[in-house]
């Protein structure tokens, strides 16, 4: 039996790569980011939230789907972002937790909601997508000191892979590139009763590294302020 | 490298599955499936020729490669995968004439993204490049607004398509 793996794709003419101090910086603002973010999620709905150390990960385009569940359900908003920075962002839920997000919104009983079909279920989705991402880019803007314009949600329900797919597109088509850089992160409810979600940022490279410029300056300034 | 292994393939059934990425093709010889998963407006394009029992299966990213800056052709392109899925069968003693293709997804799931049109035109341009090498377009299951996940048996050729509406044999 013959078999041969073959992947019939260009290699890494764009090599992307970041160094300890710039994944910290960007950790970081993803920190800041996602702190503000969560924050007016636990105003909207009441429920306190947790949130895990968002991670940056530079990953091949090819690569990109095994970092998550490609077949798993999920129910979020997409959003193209410019101003100071541009990228695409996404806010997903898995389908249980926006289910539980569309019963607290709604004022049903806990279990009440069984899919996102009606007007209703899929705008109290994308309402609470939409808050996240504002906020989230808020965090950004604030830190940087510009202003962010993010688009108008779009909704999706369906697999993670497909809503994942479609962001790695909108980068590759600005920029011919083997590499995107992917801000993850993960939040869940405190009591891990029902919510869970993912914010991914994917930015496009130019709009990166202007941040991360940026960042640099800002520590050198911070150190020299120190002496 | 293992770890790399150990996520593209895996067994079932003593069947070695393998796991075509964004912009990736994977061929087998029968018992084989090959996998596409979760796509939205990608194209899985799937060749197979019934005689020799041997498949193919690319993960089509973007309607065309620009002019082709590259010298290395990928199948993230439309209109390069084709050439070179067609070529990897040969390689895998499949006959031109024998081979039929098979193409699911190019659907758009963002209202956003829908000034770009990828998805129609990456089904567009697969299947211009398909005629063009006269090989036979025996099923797709194009379009729409949902999520597509392929599997290819390369034992008997059957193309199933998964989708929030259900499961589909072509």
């Known amino acids: 039996m013959k ?49 895990e150390v968002p991670t940056v990960d530079v990953v091949s385009i090819k690569d990109a789907e095994k970092l998550i569940e490609a077949e798993k359900m999920v129910a979020g908003i997409f959003v193209q972002i410019d101003g100071g920075f541009s990228g695409y962002l996404q806010v997903l839920f898995p389908e249980r937790s926006a289910f539980h997000l569309v019963d607290i919104l709604m004022g049903k009983t806990p279990g009440e909601t069984k899919s996102i079909e ?3 279920e899929q705008s109290a989705v994308v309402e609470i997508g939409n808050m996240l991402a504002s906020s989230f880019c808020d965090g950004i803007a604030d830190f940087f000191h510009f202003s962010l314009m993010p688009s108008p949600p779009s909704f999706a329900f369906d697999m993670m892979g497909a809503m994942l797919e479609n962001a790695i597109i909108a980068v590759v088509q600005a920029q011919e590139t083997e590499h995107v850089i992917l801000f993850r992160c993960d939040f869940q409810e405190e009591t891990e009763k029902g919510i869970y979600g993912y914010i991914l940022l994917f930015p496009q490279h130019d709009s990166l590294k202007k941040m991360l410029s940026m960042l640099e300056a800002e520590v050198r300034q911070d150190k020299s302020e120190m002496k | 490298m293992a770890a790399e292994r150990f996520f593209n393939s895996e067994l079932e059934d003593g069947v070695k599955k393998q796991y075509a990425g964004i912009g990736e093709m994977k061929i087998a010889h029968n018992p084989g499936l090959l996998m596409v998963m979760g796509i939205g407006s990608c194209i899985a394009l799937a060749l197979y020729d019934k005689y020799v029992k041997v498949g193919g299966m690319a993960h089509i990213m973007l309607p065309d490669s620009r002019g082709g800056r590259k010298a290395k052709k990928s199948c993230k392109f439309a209109d390069e995968a084709v050439l070179i899925l067609l070529e990897e069968m040969l390689r895998h003693d499949a006959k031109k004439m024998q081979i039929v293709a098979k193409i699911a997804g190019g659907a758009s799931m963002f209202s956003v993204m829908d000034t770009l049109q990828i998805g129609e035109k990456n089904a567009a341009v697969v299947k211009e490049m398909l005629i063009e090498e006269g090989i036979k377009l025996v099923a797709e299951d194009v379009g729409g607004n949902y999520a597509r996940s392929v599997i290819l048996d390369t034992c008997t050729g ?5 989708a929030k509406g259900g499961v589909k044999n072509l």
């Open chain 1, 118 to 120: 009606t007007e209703m």
């Open chain 1, 3 to 51: 078999e041969k793996e073959e992947d019939g794709d260009g290699d890494g003419d764009s090599e992307f790569e970041l160094n300890a101090f710039q994944k910290d910086a960007l950790n970081e603002l993803g920190n800041i980011a996602s702190c503000h973010a969560v924050t007016s999620l636990a105003e909207m709905t009441g429920v306190t939230i947790d949130i």
């Open chain 2, 158 to 162: 059957e193309f199933t398509v998964k």
